[in-house]
T-cell receptor, first 115, second 109 residues
Framework: DVKVTQSSRYLVKRTGEKVFLECVQDMDHENMFWYRQDPGLGLRLIYFSYDVKMKEKGDIPEGYSVSREKKERFSLILESASTNQTSMYLC??????????????FGPGTRLLVL | GIQVEQSPPDLILQEGANSTLRCNFSDSVNNLQWFHQNPWGQLINLFY???GTKQNGRLSATTVATERYSLLYISSSQTTDSGVYFCAHSGAGSYQLTFGKGTKLSVIP
């Protein structure tokens, strides 16, 4: 069965802290994604990666960085957390075999509160 | 980029009722998909529906690509249908999905 896991379901951090959100997938997928979800705004893409050590900016990369040292793991880093980064963070993965109907598989999400 | 508009933004149903959710696009889209996010945050894919109609149990989806919209039908709704429904699309040759803002559905007993 397809599985995407995220390191924490809930996280509380202080302003200025460095925050690491970890995502692991067991499907040997090439593509991995980080989104944030805010009420009324839907899902917005922060960063994605289509291969190990590769990364591409999404729609809202400011204030975030990512790391992909292994195929199965994609980390989102908040260098200096701010209150406006309080949000739900969702990780996803997909294959890039180029077949019709390929979809993204999502982790359970991390609810981050920055105080 | 292509604008995605979902309607209605919120919907409250009595258990057993039927509903239709709509997704409009400002231009032709590829790889149109519908997702459901349960109240605990888990997102799962419901349909890949670039055109035509598909059915899966009480859910069905129709996309009319030439008129740039897609519909998700829920029949005989159950409380477990509650959550947020998103439509999403990707550009030609792209792995990225662009999501609409969602329709929040609440099914009450």
């Amino acid at each position: 069965d397809v599985k995407v896991t995220q390191s924490s379901r809930y996280l509380v951090k202080r302003t200025g802290e460095k925050v690491f959100l970890e995502c692991v997938q067991d499907m040997d997928h090439e593509n991995m994604f980080w989104y944030r979800q805010d009420p009324g705004l839907g899902l917005r893409l922060i960063y994605f990666s289509y291969d190990v050590k590769m990364k591409e900016k999404g729609d809202i990369p400011e204030g975030y960085s990512v790391s992909r040292e292994k195929k199965e793991r994609f980390s989102l880093i908040l260098e200096s957390a701010s209150t406006n980064q309080t949000s739900m963070y969702l990780c996803a993965s997909s294959s890039h075999a180029g077949l019709p109907g390929e979809t993204q598989y999502f982790g359970p999400g991390t609810r981050l509160l920055v105080l | 980029g292509i604008q995605v508009e979902q309607s209605p933004p919120d919907l409250i149903l009595q258990e057993g009722a039927n509903s239709t959710l709509r997704c409009n696009f400002s231009d032709s889209v590829n790889n149109l998909q519908w997702f459901h996010q349960n109240p605990w945050g888990q997102l799962i894919n419901l349909f890949y529906i670039p055109s035509g109609t598909k059915q899966n149990g009480r859910l069905s989806a129709t996309t009319v690509a030439t008129e740039r919209y897609s519909l998700l039908y829920i029949s005989s709704s159950q409380t477990t249908d509650s959550g947020v429904y998103f439509c999403a699309h990707s550009g030609a040759g792209s792995y990225q999905l662009t999501f609409g803002k969602g329709t929040k559905l609440s099914v009450i007993p």
